[in-house]
């Protein structure tokens, strides 16, 4: 049985004997197990928590732990990780320990699923899914609000929110350092302001995106044929990159529609879902762009992710081909 993510962290009981989770997303993960160890927390949590990896620790020894009893305690929690490697005969082993309620919560890790394996099929059955994949972009505005409610912090207003989703982009890590860095800059408010985000957001982050961001939309090849390198060069995600400037794009084809039904600068900066600090920039950007030339580039952009996902070719090359057709 698959469960909404924030949902099952606001309210995780009652606890079930079987968990799947599929994914890799670093900050899910450390929430899924925080949540797990929180549930069996006691003095002698140390005795009923285990964490073993499938390619470090027999399977033998992955069963001795399952059947140990726990102390002073109704439950104990066994999570492994690296589930993947697990192969059939280690299932055909692990399926009845695993088929009845027990003491033991067991928690396996894997990086992809296959629905098509049998152990995926009797886990399925069995046991409760939990997806720790990255998230799309636009799933990132209820997670926002999750983190929120966590730090007790809400936005003063719209374009204060959509700010700080411009800044901190798409990863969910990076979004709860930087809440937390703003709740210890408020003290003891609790209200974030446009000014507040500004003050307080990361100013690499901030250059490194915008820097990207500015140069694609002035339609500077060079500048953005060396930007993209570079965040490649540091182990950023290409299909975040490329998020990143589809969003971009994305608000400068509104901006044309809205300067087409001629509207304020107010009404122009909601429908583009930008905060009036950013609007100047973007409508002298916007025309250097024609209809045209963004429906062009939007078919490039899903061209170019596509091939991100399923291409072996290196990120370097999709990433630079795009930038040229986007740019000519």
Known sequence: MKTDLIQWLKKPAPLKSLYFVVGNDPFFLSEIKKTFKKQI??????????????????????????????????KRLLLCSEADKLSEKDWIRLEPFLSSPSHTIFVCFFEKKDGRKKQFKFLKEKGMELNANSLKSWEIGSWLDFLLQKESLHFLSLSAKSLFQELTGNHLMEIQIELKKLKQYLGGKTQITEEDVLSCTSRLKIDSLFDLTEALGNKNVVK???????????NQNAIAILSLVARHIRILAKIKVGQKENLSSYKLAQKAGVTSYFLKNYLKQ????????????????????KALKSSPLSAHIWLENFILKSCS
Not at 55 to 64: F, N, S
Not at 225 to 234: E, H, K, P, R, Y
Not at 288 to 296: A, V
């Open 41 to 74: 927390s006691s003095q002698l949590e140390d005795f009923n928590q285990d964490e073993v990896s499938v390619a470090e620790t027999p399977l033998d020894d992955i069963l001795t732990l399952f059947e140990t009893l726990p102390l002073f305690s109704e």
């Open 224 to 234: 953005s044929l060396s930007l993209i390198a570079n965040l490649l060069d540091q």
């Open 286 to 305: 916007s025309q250097l762009w024609s209809e045209k030339q963004i429906e062009k580039t939007i078919q490039a952009l899903f061209f170019a992710d």
